[in-house]
């Protein structure tokens, strides 16, 4: 079953975060995911919510999506991304077919 890791992303040094930027592709590749939503800033249609920017990756398993996470070469981006945004992150099941 198909795994969406959902972030929600203000951005606070974006010089630095072009690094991630540029990088984490590649692991989200290794780990078999793929883009749905990339950065778009999101309209919101009911409640208070108010994100700035977007993010939503597929992966193929919840698995792969945690090992996505816990990637050791990954987590100097991880940290790039914690230094120079604020973000929140779900990781959702999809429906089965």
Avoid: C
């Amino acid at each position: 079953m198909s795994a969406y890791l959902v972030l929600d992303i203000s951005i606070h040094d974006f010089r630095r975060f072009q690094v991630y930027i540029k990088n984490i592709p590649e692991f989200i590749e290794k780990h078999q995911g793929k883009y749905i939503v990339q950065g778009v800033e999101p309209e919101v249609m009911e409640g208070d919510w108010s994100p700035e920017r977007m993010v939503i990756l597929e992966f193929l398993s919840r698995d792969h999506a945690k090992n996505f996470l816990a990637d050791p070469e990954a987590q100097n981006l991880f940290k790039i991304r914690h230094n120079s945004t604020t973000s929140k992150l779900l990781l959702l099941e999809g429906a089965e077919p």
